[in-house]
């Protein structure tokens, strides 16, 4: 018996994928709440999603020299920006719904695996 079984399952196609190097045919559904996108050209550095985040994975760090000189004039006094670190995030959503310029968003896209924790920082 258990040997028509192995043999039934041998030709049969595997049911998983090699994630994250087959993506082919994952539906992530649309309100999962995952990859954080920041855009910093909208970013006021007003840290309100560092001071309501519940997890404190959200750290304000100081622009560099490059980052200043590319800022327009418009939002020059900005000098901190948001960094997101997603091996502790618990993804709830809070860092959106309290930023004032809608610059944090959470996508549907799963955060790739990495082999280094800088890799999971965004920001």
Known sequence: MLIVE?????FRKPET?????ETKGL?????????HVID????IG???CARACPAFVIQMVPLT????????EKIKRKRVKPVIDLTACIFCGVCEEVCPTDCLNLTNQLVMPSGRKEELEVG
């Open 65 to 72: 020299e490059e980052e200043l000189a590319k800022r327009n």
């Open 27 to 35: 539906n992530f559904p649309e309100r999962l709440r995952a990859m």
């Open 46 to 48: 007003c840290s309100k």
């Open 6 to 10: 192995l043999i039934k399952n041998l």
């Open 17 to 21: 994928v090699r994630y994250p190097y």
């Open 40 to 43: 910093q050209d909208s970013c």
